[in-house]
């Protein structure tokens, strides 16, 4: 899964909230334990223009949640070059995310969305997105980081510089921060 968090306003014909988005790939949901309360995991985000809203934002905008589901949303954030504006369809809602989460956001929008808001994010020099692997149980992970260092020197020109490398999501709290591929 990949993803990154903008804030924005959503709103419908009646009324509007503030809200952080995320932009995220159609896997989300499949790869990381947020609860749906309503729409499927697998297919949730299987269009590229679905928002899965929180149970708070859903019932701010539209009362209850189930009233969300099919409505339409345009959801207006800032990003490095601008106002972005974009149309949306609700196609889930999930459980409010626990506070002590290190993932914070009000909803979840299809990644696709993000590549056509900007030409940068697919850049490989661009640092937009987050990325998350879920790597096979045994994964030798000093070895597989070994491989995959420099990778980002076969992408872009005098990027020698910058060391790529995997870290285990539970250890983010306590191991930060890192430097070229090495805890500080």
Known sequence: ADFITPKGIFS??????LGQGIFASPNFFENFSFDLLIGE??????NKNNVVLSEELAKNLFKTPE?????TLVWDYKWS???KKVTVQVSGV??????NSTLQFDAVI???????ASRWVTDWKSGYAKIFLILQE??????????IAKHLSTK??????FTLFVQQFSERYLKQPYQNGIQV
């Open 110 to 116: 299809h990644s696709d969305l993000l590549k056509e």
């Open 94 to 99: 999930f459980k409010n995310v626990p506070d």
């Open 156 to 161: 872009v020109d005098n990027r020698e510089m």
């Open 81 to 83: 070059d601008g106002e």
């Open 67 to 71: 009233n969300a589901i099919g409505k």
């Open 138 to 147: 045994g994964t030798d992970i000093n070895n597989f980081n070994k491989k």
């Open 12 to 17: 419908n014909q009646e009324k509007e909230q």
């Open 41 to 46: 995991k697998t297919t949730v985000l299987s």
